[in-house]
């Protein structure tokens, strides 16, 4: 078995990095090298608009060191797939075309329409709670 590869949607990085709880302890598996993290071009800047949302009030000197800590503990893919699975919410896809590229095991995800998926090829798209017990 390779290295377990993992993608974790802006809301997991998002709940991770601002409060304690099951997305930090899943960040933490990664900073433990338990699991190889990966992210693309796409992925961080879909997190950086989402963390300017004014509701997170973070001014751009607060969101940097998050997004360099992101950058630090996760590998970078180029991703090439433009495969349109979810029409309902398509900022999704870019998540799955990251799995598929990168060949993850898993995508972390608490966005029902990725949930839905429940599995993507061979990817399986779990709940922070299901990623922990592993």
Not at 38 to 63: C, H, Q, W
Not at 74 to 82: D, F, I, L, M, P
Not at 93 to 120: E, M
């Amino acid at each position: 078995m390779g290295s377990r590869r993992v993608v974790f949607d802006t809301n997991i990085l998002i709940s991770g990095y601002l409060w304690k709880g099951s997305a930090r302890k899943a960040i933490e598996k990664v900073r433990q090298k338990q699991w190889v993290h990966l992210i693309s071009d796409e992925t961080v800047n879909e997190l950086i608009r989402v963390l300017a949302y004014s509701k997170f009030g973070l001014t751009p000197a607060e969101m940097e060191p998050i997004v360099r800590d992101l950058l630090n503990i996760s590998e970078h893919v180029n991703v090439k797939s433009k495969l349109n699975i979810i029409s309902a919410d398509p900022t999704d896809n870019i998540f799955l075309n990251l799995a598929l590229d990168g060949q993850a095991t898993v995508i972390v995800s608490g966005d029902h329409h990725l949930l839905d998926v429940k599995r993507f090829q061979d990817i399986s798209i779990i709940s922070v709670r299901n990623f922990l017990a592993f």
